[in-house]
């Protein structure tokens, strides 16, 4: 044998041999953990409680509204000085969900000394990152249907109407909109479970990026927008708006909540600053699905385009990294 | 006999550290090789890339005639690996977590069953089959190790620091089933620091120092080498004890004598003096109480060659 190596010659064997090996175990492991039991409680009961005071709501409207199935996401009540809804509930919960079924996910094999033992078996590491993403996702995905069902079958029973075909579409948009943004929050604690050895530091970085976007992002947005362009005429006031509203584009939460308000409310038109003279010859009424579809696509792509960035992060640092601790 | 396992020029630096430098390494079918050193002396890193888990900085490797950082997959399909402190999911059955390697090696559910019962009954750990590994001791974790090693039905099986943790019964029993994956026809390799337990079940060794295997042979030769085929004789006299230094000093073939304790004498020679010693010491009035070769072991070869290492640098 001589030292002489091809550059660059690529590694044989299939990079999914093991993928459903690992996302089936790792799903039975998340379904019955204790950890996503208190998870979907904390949700359902969260889920019960808006759902129906927006049904009780919604009782004295019924036959006005065509999108009473839509309304039952988006009502708000009030509880003392807060609104809330369901929507708002659920981005709330979804990131706490996401970020508790991926913190630990490359860290943890680490502590249990399992990753060298795993990776000896026939396998590359990418179906063993890729399997755990895909059965966090599964994880979250079957949480949000059942629990976007359950939420139907309640108005059905509750309000005596059955939705539309129209409500329908709009709803199962909501729940793949929704297991985008779950991803982007699981990604991101995967790759903080890649990047700290201690499941306690991946967990309070990912929930720390999270009250970053959720508290402070807004507060930032608003004083680097009056700062950059100060509001001294109707022209930079505009100007200033339209930035602030770029720079929270930055953050998922706004992406999200952006993409439900055009899918869940149909008369919604334009997700920025809109002028008087733009409004000018409008017909009202509610966009039809495609059009609000297109409305959010750039939101949606973007939440997408956040996971496979995060996913592709993960997967970079975790192949570089040494398997021994 | 082909070679199983292969590494010429194996270099490996962890940015300016050096953990393996320039090894080379031939290990043929069928034999059980030591790999001997050290903690931190680059076992470890050795064995990764042979499995091709890390990449080599430079070097060749061929293990069953396959490039470990090439083509992983067909190594590790016949390539079984019991790491060093082997870890399993506490919360699953031993048979839960041999499932799972079993799915992972793609093997077919009845065939992953029969082969699942089979390594468990092997390893003694049928009965406790369905408790949870958290509540495993160390020894019964080390024996699901190998039994997660064979459950693949390996062609090489590499193990780290296997005894390590384990009682001094529970390394004997674990070295025995050692001795089993040679007499199945598996090649081994043992990576280890306790020199004297795995001793006993290695054809050939390498003594490993930083990154660097320094000595290879059996046992028996190496000691040969280094020690130069040094005899410790230890004595037990009553009486007349005082004269018998310059006495035993005397025998052909002695090179030192040392005074263990009060009624107890070492002396070290070129040859097996035992008869000579016997008879000056019963010939000067003393009563032999025992008398005992020691043999050496891979622990004295060891330190020896180190000491003379240092005494040269």
């Known amino acids: ?325 | 006999m082909t070679a199983v396992i292969e590494a010429v020029g194996l270099i490996k630096r962890y940015g300016p550290v050096v953990a393996v430098d320039d090894l080379n390494l031939t290990i043929p079918s069928g034999e059980v090789y030591g790999l001997l050193g050290p903690n931190g002396s680059g076992k470890t890193t050795t064995i990764l890339m042979l499995l091709g888990l890390t990449e080599p900085t430079a070097g060749q490797v061929r293990v069953l005639g396959d490039d470990p950082s090439r083509n992983p997959l067909a190594v590790k399909r016949q390539v079984g690996y019991l790491p060093d402190s082997v870890g399993f999911y506490d919360e699953l059955s031993a048979r839960e977590n041999l499932r799972y390697t079993a799915e992972l090696n793609g093997l077919a559910r009845d065939d992953a069953e029969t082969r699942i019962d089979e390594v468990l009954t092997r390893m003694g750990l049928r009965d406790v089959a369905t408790r949870r590994v958290g509540a495993y001791s160390r020894g019964m974790r080390q024996r699901l190790g190998l039994a997660d090693v064979l459950l693949k039905r390996p062609q090489v099986a590499i193990l780290d620091e296997p005894t390590m943790g384990l009682d001094p019964e529970g390394a004997l029993e674990f070295l025995d089933m050692i001795r089993g994956l040679k007499a199945d026809g598996i090649t081994v390799l043992l990576a280890s620091h306790l020199l004297h337990q795995v001793q006993a079940v290695c054809d050939r060794v390498g003594l490993f120092h930083q990154g660097r295997i320094v000595l290879e042979g059996t046992v028996d030769a190496l000691s040969e080498r280094v020690l130069g085929g040094a005899y410790r004789i230890h004595l037990e006299v009553d009486g007349q004890a005082q004269a018998l230094e310059g006495t035993l000093s005397a025998v052909p073939g002695v090179v030192r004598v040392m005074r263990e304790s009060p009624r107890g004498y070492l002396v070290e020679a070129k040859s097996d003096v035992r008869g000579a010693v016997a008879h000056r010491v019963v010939a000067a009035g003393g009563a032999l109480l025992s008398l005992r070769l020691e043999r050496l072991g891979l622990d004295e070869v060891y330190a020896r060659y180190f000491q003379e290492v240092r005494h040269e640098g």
Request: charged share 15%; no cysteine; hydrophobic share 55%.
């Open chain 1, 1 to 325: 044998m001589k030292a002489e190596r091809p550059p660059l010659r690529r590694r044989e064997g299939s990079p999914w041999t093991g993928l459903w090996a690992v996302t089936l175990k790792e799903l039975g492991d998340h379904l019955s953990s204790a950890r996503m039991r208190l998870l979907e409680g904390l949700i359902l009961l969260t889920a019960l409680g808006t759902v129906s005071a927006a049904i009780q709501t919604l009782r004295t409207t019924v036959g006005e509204d065509p999108f009473l199935f839509l309304r039952i996401f988006t009502t708000s009540q009030q509880a003392g000085d807060i609104d809330y809804s369901f929507v708002l509930f659920l981005s709330f919960l979804i990131p706490l969900a996401a970020i508790a079924l991926g913190f630990d996910a490359v860290n943890g094999e680490y502590n249990r000394r399992t990753l060298s033992r795993v990776l000896s078996q026939p396998i590359y590491r990418d179906a063993l990152l890729a399997g755990k993403f895909l059965a966090g996702l599964f994880t979250l995905a079957i949480t949000l249907l059942a629990l976007w069902l359950l939420v139907t079958g309640l108005g059905i029973f509750r309000l005596g109407v059955i939705p539309s075909g129209e409500e329908v579409g709009r709803g199962l948009l909501f729940f793949i909109a929704t297991v985008a943004y779950a991803g982007i929050w699981l990604a991101l604690a995967m790759l903080f479970s890649v990047q700290f050895r201690q499941p306690a530091t991946s967990a309070l970085a990912a929930l720390a990026v999270w009250l970053f976007f959720a508290v402070f992002w807004p507060i930032l947005t608003g004083i680097v927008a009056q700062v950059v362009r100060p509001a001294d005429n109707p022209f930079a006031e505009l100007a200033q708006i339209q930035l602030r509203l770029a720079l929270s584009r930055l953050s998922p939460n706004t992406l999200y909540a952006e993409v439900l308000l055009s899918l869940l409310s149909p008369e919604t038109r334009a997700l920025g600053p809109v002028l008087i003279t733009q409004l000018e010859g409008a017909v009202r009424g509610a966009l039809p699905l495609s059009q609000s579809l297109l409305l959010a696509w750039p939101q949606f792509t973007g939440m997408i385009a956040a996971v496979l960035l995060l996913f592709a992060g993960t997967y970079v640092l975790f192949q570089r990294q040494e398997i021994r601790a």
